[in-house]
């Protein structure tokens, strides 16, 4: 006769092996919780950068790894803004220096491969949580617990599940989340550059009429890049020899980094954005990807996602402080609060972003060439938008 089916049972069940759901699964054990992490044995490798701001390296501090991938990220102390887009609004360059807040640097630039290394690493070595290598198949969301199988059979009990199972998450499919998804006519193009002049420490943006094509430090000589282009014009990058890259790549960059050399191989993205209309269920949580999705542009995306995270875990701190039910409703509200505004926000400035770019129509150039004018010359405001960049609210501590 088989023996009983086992079924482990944990506080918090964490679903996705990306930097997200690793993320979570670190900062919830951390945070005195049973976790169990289920996720693919491996992130498959990924060649692209992801620049980090304070809050994040704080949250990655707090869970032991910013150490571990510091020597191998570049600090971003300025942003640079040009405007490249040739028409008549020609908006003034701006720069944002993290020395006129008084901090030696916005943030880090390091590769997603060394990130995600390392995140594995330090799952499988946490006190408090048990990697389950694999896929969820099912998941049922009940009163008391959610119960989770996964793809090898294995049965998962918890009090609440959180999914960061990406952009087509089966979770938020099963307790029918509905989202709203848009595209763009874009692609990003995406690659690591070695050049021949120093990037001191500056991140580097040309507004295209086809999108941002923005140059991101890295360690030493290096930066990576994300050319925001239309599909023939992607198309046409990603046939091109090395050689003619390069030179083309150089050329847009108008050699303000000297010559190029081709550091990664090139890969494509089309640009689209997606926003849950709730954030939680009965049981369920979403973070990052799952939750909203938008384009590469002005470094929102992980960090957005890692504010997420930091906001769950306290209102799941508070919730075990004060004896309450982690997965109920009551608890989950409070998540779903505290991130609406700041999910809308970021969504919405994105996205105005990448609009304004694509049109011609003269009112939204003459608004976008005046907000970068002002930007430039009025201290306080720029002061503002640059707190604004890296943490909600941020900015308005300067009027109090």
């Keep these: 006769m088989p023996g009983k089916k086992q079924t482990d049972f944990f506080d918090v069940a964490v679903v996705g092996g990306g930097p997200s759901g690793r993320i979570t699964a670190l900062t919830l054990a ?16 990924d060649g692209r950068t992801t620049a980090l701001w304070q809050k994040s390296i704080s949250l990655l501090d707090e869970i032991g790894v ?22 008549l609004i020609h908006a003034p360059e701006v720069v944002f220096d993290s020395s ?42 009940g009163r008391e617990h959610a119960v989770l199988t996964t793809a090898n059979d294995k049965t998962i009990k918890a009090r609440l599940v959180v999914a ?26 995406v690659l690591n550059l070695e050049h021949r002049l120093p990037h001191h420490n500056v991140s580097t943006e040309f507004h295209t009429p086809t999108g941002p094509f923005t140059l991101v430090p890295l360690p030493g000589r290096q930066s990576s890049l994300v050319c925001v282009e239309t599909a023939e014009g992607a198309q046409r990058l990603l046939t091109m020899s090395t050689s003619e890259l390069e030179l083309e790549l150089e050329r847009r960059a108008h ?67 004060r004896n309450q039910d982690i997965g109920s409703s009551a608890v989950l509200a409070g998540y779903e609060t505290r ?28 608004a976008r060439g005046a907000g970068m004018y002002f930007a430039g010359k009025v201290g306080p405001l720029r002061r503002l938008l640059m707190r604004e960049g890296m943490a909600p609210g941020a900015g308005f501590e300067l009027f109090r």
């Design 255 to 321: 050699s303000i980094l000297g010559w190029f050399k081709l550091a990664s191989k090139a890969q494509s993205f089309p640009l689209a954005g997606l926003t849950a209309t709730r954030l939680t269920a009965d049981r369920l949580a979403l973070v990052g990807e799952t939750a909203h999705v938008f384009p590469p542009i002005g470094a929102q995306g992980l960090n957005l996602s890692l504010r997420d995270i930091s906001d769950l875990g306290n209102v799941l701190s508070k919730a075990l402080a």
């Design 164 to 189: 960061a199972d990406g952009r087509n998450s089966l979770l938020r499919e099963t307790v029918g989340i509905d989202v709203k998804r848009w595209s763009y006519p874009q692609v990003a193009v």
């Design 339 to 366: 991130r609406r505004s700041d999910i809308r926000s970021r969504t919405n400035a994105v996205d105005a972003l990448n609009r304004s770019l694509l049109t011609g129509f003269l009112p939204v150039q003459l």
């Design 30 to 45: 951390k945070r005195g919780l049973s976790c169990v992490l289920v996720a693919p044995a491996a992130p498959r490798p």
């Design 100 to 141: 006129e807040l008084e901090l030696e640097e916005f943030g880090f630039n390091i590769l997603n491969n060394d990130l995600n290394a390392v995140l594995e690493e330090r799952c499988a070595a946490q006190k408090n949580l048990t990697v389950v290598p694999g896929l969820v198949s099912s998941a049922a969301f």
């Design 66 to 87: 910013w150490q571990s991938i510091r020597d191998n990220a570049a600090q971003l102390k300025k942003m640079r803004m040009i405007d490249d887009t040739g028409r």
